[in-house]
């Protein structure tokens, strides 16, 4: 692992009076003006620049003043799951009579409005489809809704094939021609989106005259939750929607389910961060799509009814437990499919399979690969029928989906289908031709990365100087983000000394640490360490990259190193 510094801009913008280190990290991070740190709604982009919005409110204008039945089409992660419940809740609030969800389950129909899910939809008797964080790529799917007579509307921001499906009404701001300047928009950011410049042609058409407008705004913790979860870059666009749905579950204004997710997990609504949602609400969320069928996290986040957010809270949490435990067990089988493998010798682009492996699971082991062995990485599992379901994650400077493109170009019918985005990628393809496409996918990986860029690199914000180790420094960086894909929490390097070790849990190492002119005393834990290397009483200096956190215990804050990598000095 590469420790490097991040790049400066030559020149710092001028960001107001913020302290010189707000103001360095910014610059870092892209801001060139304080206007970018500005996260009220009111700074937005306007819902009119989304290409095909006006068509979208069309459809469902009429869908209300007719009071048709509709029906949204979701995804079985936790963008889908959010940006279900907000179309539901929504549409609801701005006057629909009938709304249902559908999502599809995994093991049984795979990703996006299919034939067969269509199949499905049309036992609800809608008139009106909405497909919610998928569509863009359901061109068949789409045709048999025409078929069958009903009007449909495609909300998605996933990157679009060679052909557009014939929808009614497409949103996507990764469509051909849409001039929308942020291309970054979760599922759940595009059906928000929807929403606003819904209420906005009610509004003009004088709905609210006779009765008070609604409050879309109620709808922004779910929106910063799969906003988040679903890992998309925290633009200045996508902090406002972040921060402004943080503000209102620190508040105590989130939804029931949220509130209950929290509480399961022991997380203090009141202190949550972006990274709680990643990393804490998320996954449990996402652990019912991922085992069993996402209905029930979507319950969860539609009831109002707190003593049933608890519970399907609870049952969410035990299903994130096992989830855990089959993860833990898949790692083990890849890392023995590896630990023979010469280094010289690995792939730059890994295909790992076992038949044995969950479907649900294998995202997240191709991205404990991928950052285990710091390059490109697809897991695989039988989805029955003598196909395999791929998940691949990808490395800084390596864009999986177009990866796919070429290979796909390059060996037609070798892959059934594919989609994705610049890290994160999904395909299906005959159990047979997997050899040849680990081969094909290696080499094109090859083809863009030298041995150099899969080593690994931790990009640091530089040291903190021994007076910056205190409380209100901690508090601000907590609470100067949102933090999170390509806007990145700070991240600061330096060397130690390990006055004390001790292992937690079963993998975390609690350490206590004096800084390198021996005047400081500090708390450390490490995640996840191996343990064949710590603890180690031998060692006696370390260089650490790490975030200056806040450890609240008994109600007593103090400073915590949160320990992103250590290594013997």
């Not at 963008?79 to 809740?89: E, R």
Request: glycine content about 8%; overall charge negative; hydrophobic content about 45%.
């Amino acid at each position: 692992m590469r420790i490097e510094p991040r790049q400066l801009p030559a020149t710092l913008p001028f960001l107001g009076d913020l302290p010189p280190l707000l103001t360095r990290l910014y610059a870092a991070r892209g801001v060139q003006s304080e206007a970018e740190l500005d996260k009220s709604l009111a700074r937005l982009i306007p819902y009119q620049q989304l290409k095909g919005i006006e068509a979208a409110v069309d459809l469902l204008v009429t869908a209300l003043e007719q009071r048709q039945r509709i029906l949204i089409v979701g995804d079985f992660d936790a963008d889908g799951a959010t940006a279900s419940t907000v179309g539901v809740l929504g549409l609801r609030l701005l006057g629909a009579a009938h709304v249902d969800y559908l999502v599809p389950n995994r093991f049984e129909y795979g990703y996006g409005l299919t034939p067969e899910i269509v199949d499905v939809a049309l036992t609800r008797e809608p008139q009106l489809l909405i497909t919610v964080d998928n569509g863009i790529s359901s061109v068949e799917g789409v045709a048999a809704a025409k078929r069958a007579g009903l009007k449909v509307l495609i909300t998605d921001h996933h990157l679009p094939g060679d052909e557009l499906p014939q929808a009614d009404a497409l949103v996507n701001p990764n469509q051909p021609g849409c001039e929308f300047p942020s291309k970054a928009l979760a599922g759940v950011g595009v059906i928000f989106y929807v929403l606003m410049a819904l209420r906005a042609r009610l509004r003009s058409l004088g709905w609210y005259e006779s009765k008070p407008q609604p409050n879309i705004g109620e709808l922004l913790d779910l929106v910063a939750l799969g906003s988040v979860a679903d890992v998309v870059p925290l633009d200045a666009n996508n902090r406002i929607l972040v921060h402004q749905g943080l503000e209102r579950i620190r508040a105590g204004r989130a939804r029931p389910g949220i509130k209950a997710i929290l509480e399961v997990a022991k997380r203090d609504a009141a202190r949550i961060t972006s990274t709680d949602l990643g990393f804490i609400v998320g996954p449990r969320l996402n652990a019912a799509g991922r085992l069993d069928d996402m209905s029930l996290g979507i319950e969860c986040l539609l009831t109002s009814d707190a003593n049933l957010a608890r519970e399907m809270a609870a049952q969410l949490d035990g299903m994130n437990q096992d989830r855990k435990s089959i993860e833990q067990g898949m790692q083990r089988e890849a890392l023995a499919q590896l630990k023979d493998l010469p280094v010289e010798s690995m792939p730059f682009g890994l295909c790992l399979f076992d038949p044995e492996w969950h479907q649900g699971v294998i995202g997240i082991l191709a991205s404990r690969m991928k950052e285990r062995y710091f390059r490109p990485t697809i897991a695989f599992a039988d989805a029955g029928d003598g196909l395999l379901k791929g998940s691949g994650r990808s490395v800084q400077g390596f864009h999986i989906r177009d990866a796919l493109s070429v290979v796909a170009a390059q060996h037609p019918n070798l892959i059934a289908k594919y989609g994705g985005h610049a890290m994160a990628a999904g395909l299906t393809l005959a159990q047979e031709n997997f050899p040849l496409f680990a081969e094909a996918f290696d080499a094109e990986v090859r083809r863009q990365l030298r041995e150099e860029d899969l080593t690994g690199r931790m990009l640091t914000d530089g040291t903190l100087a021994v007076e910056e180790f205190h409380l209100e420094l901690a508090r601000a960086l907590r609470h100067a983000g949102p933090w999170g894909q390509h806007f990145p929490e700070p991240v600061f390097h330096g060397v130690f000394q390990l006055v004390e070790q001790r292992v937690v849990g079963e993998r975390h190492l609690k350490v206590v640490l004096k800084s390198e002119c021996g005047s400081v005393k500090l708390d450390g834990i490490a995640f996840g360490i191996d343990r064949d290397v710590w603890p180690n009483p031998t060692i006696q200096w370390v260089e650490l990259a790490y975030k200056l956190d806040v450890n609240e215990f008994r109600g007593n804050e103090t400073v915590q190193l949160m320990i992103a990598h250590i290594e013997p000095r």
